[in-house]
């Protein structure tokens, strides 16, 4: 693993040293570029006057050359040499006279060319100009000058090492900076990544101190959003199975003394028996529709994706009606429907069942005697919505909150009694929100519940109808 501080390091060591580079080159090269350029003007100005000075003469002899160099003054240069049309050197003033000219560009310049040449050592810098001296259209020799510039050299040298040391300073400052920022970084990286360990370690309490105003600071701040979810899922799986062994271990323990009661008295006539007998029925039945509701809720957990079918809400409401209505007799609970023909939703024939049966059978179940449940479906805009209504006990508002919960009963003695298991309405509540509709409860007018439920009205090309 490459380490981000390493990477980080490397990336600004290698802008860094881009940047000095550039700092340390550029400016040097550029002002020595401008004074060649300023070499060449003047020593070709120079030359230039030489040579139209020399020009007048028919020929360049020792002599004459000397006497019209004298009168021209040419302080200043280092060097001036004046070459004949033969390339022997007719005048030095560095050196005796005399020699044939060796300098490939005084050669070069009695063909007719002007030649500049410079180059820059850390001493000085050394600029040579050869110019052809033209007497009525014929060359009669080369005026060459040559320049040894020593002082702006030093100059250039100076502002040279200047900018070393300036760079190096520089250098040093931003990876030092640079150092000290990544380790700030990578210690909340290193804090962020220790937090995701505790936490995977089980501890979902665990929160990470989140400082600053930054992207580091959002993965944070996500981070703990996440973990509280966790928690929050953590504790809900506790509860629930806190709660469900809870639910079942009531009717197993009254089947047990019961059972036990039986067993143990020697003497215990044909009808309690019975009705002992009967009583174990029951509580086994208890069991048996609290498992078949958790296995149900299991079901629509595991987010198996069953395919969706066009279900009728119509047809289901009357098959729930048929169970019902013994219980509804016996209650003294009358049924009202008003269902709209057409009432279709893509969902799964048996959810469907669930939802409007549960509904259906709480607004009985909570009911007063001489009350009533209006069921209504309707199609409203691009929704189905299904309503279920009752004059029964209501639900005070505080509750409302927790009513889809598991095992959450408003009176959980009246619920039990009554053969509840809590467990209805977050099967109503999983099975809606499986099949991308929403539920919402609310206070009937004057009294009771109001349970509404809609979902997406399907497409004719969804249903096929
Ligand atoms: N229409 C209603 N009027 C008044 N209270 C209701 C109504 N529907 C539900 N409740 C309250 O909400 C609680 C939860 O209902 P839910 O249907 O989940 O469980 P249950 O009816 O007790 O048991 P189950 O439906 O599993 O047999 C009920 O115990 C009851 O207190
Ligand atoms: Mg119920």
């Given at each position: 693993?490459?380490?981000?501080?390493?990477?980080?390091?490397?990336?600004?060591?290698?802008?860094?040293?881009?940047?000095?580079?550039?700092?340390?080159?550029?400016?040097?090269?550029?002002?020595?570029?401008?004074?060649?350029?300023?070499?060449?003007?003047?020593?070709?100005?120079?030359?230039?006057?030489?040579?139209?000075?020399?020009?007048?003469?028919?020929?360049?002899?020792?002599?004459?050359?000397?006497?019209?160099?004298?009168?021209?003054?040419?302080?200043?240069?280092?060097?001036?040499?004046?070459?004949?049309?033969?390339?022997?050197?007719?005048?030095?003033?560095?050196?005796?006279?005399?020699?044939?000219?060796?300098?490939?560009?005084?050669?070069?310049?009695?063909?007719?060319?002007?030649?500049?040449?410079?180059?820059?050592?850390?001493?000085?810098?050394?600029?040579?100009?050869?110019?052809?001296?033209?007497?009525?259209?014929?060359?009669?020799?080369?005026?060459?000058?040559?320049?040894?510039?020593?002082?702006?050299?030093?100059?250039?040298?100076?502002?040279?090492?200047?900018?070393?040391?300036?760079?190096?300073?520089?250098?040093?400052?931003?990876?030092?900076?640079?150092?000290?920022?990544?380790?700030?970084?990578?210690?909340?990286?290193?804090?962020?990544?220790?937090?995701?360990?505790?936490?995977?370690?089980?501890?979902?309490?665990?929160?990470?101190?989140?400082?600053?105003?930054?992207?580091?600071?959002?993965?944070?701040?996500?981070?703990?959003?996440?973990?509280?979810?966790?928690?929050?899922?953590?504790?809900?799986?506790?509860?629930?199975?806190?709660?469900?062994?809870?639910?079942?271990?009531?009717?197993?323990?009254?089947?047990?003394?019961?059972?036990?009661?039986?067993?143990?008295?020697?003497?215990?006539?044909g009808g309690t028996m019975r009705e002992f007998a009967a009583d174990i029925g029951h509580e086994a039945e208890r069991l048996q529709r609290?498992?078949?509701?958790?296995?149900?809720?299991?079901?629509?957990?595991?987010?198996?994706?069953?395919?969706?079918?066009?279900?009728?809400?119509?047809?289901?409401?009357?098959?729930?009606?048929?169970?019902?209505?013994?219980?509804?007799?016996?209650?003294?609970?009358?049924?009202?429907?008003?269902?709209?023909?057409?009432?279709?939703?893509?969902?799964?024939?048996?959810?469907?069942?669930?939802?409007?049966?549960?509904?259906?059978?709480?607004?009985?179940?909570?009911?007063?005697?001489?009350?009533?449940?209006?069921?209504?479906?309707?199609?409203?805009?691009?929704?189905?919505?299904?309503?279920?209504?009752?004059?029964?006990?209501?639900?005070?508002?505080?509750?409302?909150?927790?009513?889809?919960?598991?095992?959450?009963?408003?009176?959980?003695?009246?619920?039990?009694?009554?053969?509840?298991?809590?467990?209805?309405?977050?099967?109503?509540?999983?099975?809606?929100?499986?099949?991308?509709?929403?539920?919402?409860?609310?206070?009937?007018?004057?009294?009771?519940?109001?349970?509404?439920?809609?979902?997406?009205?399907?497409?004719?090309?969804?249903?096929?109808?």
């Amino acid at each position: 693993m490459h380490s981000i501080r390493i990477q980080l390091l490397a990336f600004i060591t290698a802008v860094l040293l881009i940047f000095l580079v550039i700092l340390n080159i550029y400016p040097i090269t550029s002002s020595r570029d401008l004074i060649f350029e300023e070499k060449k003007s003047a020593l070709s100005g120079q030359a230039a006057v030489v040579a139209s000075s020399l020009s007048g003469l028919d020929r360049l002899a020792p002599d004459s050359v000397r006497e019209v160099l004298q009168l021209l003054d040419l302080g200043g240069y280092s060097r001036t040499v004046v070459a004949g049309a033969d390339g022997t050197v007719v005048y030095d003033d560095a050196a005796s006279a005399g020699g044939a000219a060796d300098n490939a560009d005084i050669l070069a310049s009695l063909e007719g060319k002007c030649v500049f040449r410079s180059h820059f050592t850390e001493e000085a810098f050394f600029s040579s100009y050869a110019m052809p001296v033209t007497s009525r259209g014929t060359t009669i020799g080369v005026v060459y000058l040559c320049e040894e510039d020593t002082e702006r050299a030093a100059v250039i040298s100076d502002i040279q090492s200047r900018l070393l040391r300036f760079s190096a300073a520089i250098g040093a400052v931003a990876l030092l900076f640079a150092a000290l920022f990544s380790s700030v970084l990578l210690s909340r990286m290193r804090e962020l990544v220790r937090s995701i360990r505790i936490v995977a370690g089980g501890d979902y309490a665990h929160r990470l101190v989140t400082r600053g105003r930054d992207e580091i600071t959002e993965l944070g701040e996500e981070f703990n959003q996440l973990t509280e979810r966790l928690e929050d899922t953590e504790k809900q799986r506790r509860r629930f199975v806190s709660d469900a062994s809870h639910e079942l271990k009531t009717p197993l323990a009254s089947i047990r003394l019961l059972s036990d009661s039986i067993v143990q008295s020697e003497n215990m006539d044909g009808g309690t028996m019975r009705e002992f007998a009967a009583d174990i029925g029951h509580e086994a039945e208890r069991l048996q529709r609290t498992t078949e509701k958790l296995l149900d809720l299991s079901r629509l957990d595991d987010d198996v994706q069953v395919i969706d079918e066009p279900v009728d809400i119509k047809l289901t409401t009357v098959d729930a009606l048929s169970v019902l209505r013994p219980l509804a007799e016996e209650k003294g609970v009358k049924i009202r429907c008003e269902l709209e023909d057409g009432c279709v939703v893509m969902a799964n024939t048996d959810d469907m069942f669930h939802i409007v049966f549960n509904l259906m059978e709480n607004a009985v179940k909570y009911n007063v005697p001489g009350g009533s449940v209006l069921v209504k479906t309707a199609t409203e805009d691009d929704r189905i919505v299904l309503s279920v209504s009752d004059t029964g006990i209501g639900i005070p508002e505080e509750d409302r909150l927790n009513i889809f919960a598991r095992f959450y009963r408003v009176d959980k003695a009246r619920s039990r009694a009554s053969g509840g298991s809590g467990l209805g309405l977050s099967i109503v509540h999983d099975a809606v929100l499986a099949h991308g509709g929403t539920i919402a409860v609310g206070q009937n007018k004057p009294q009771g519940s109001v349970f509404i439920v809609s979902f997406p009205r399907p497409t004719s090309e969804e249903t096929g109808i």
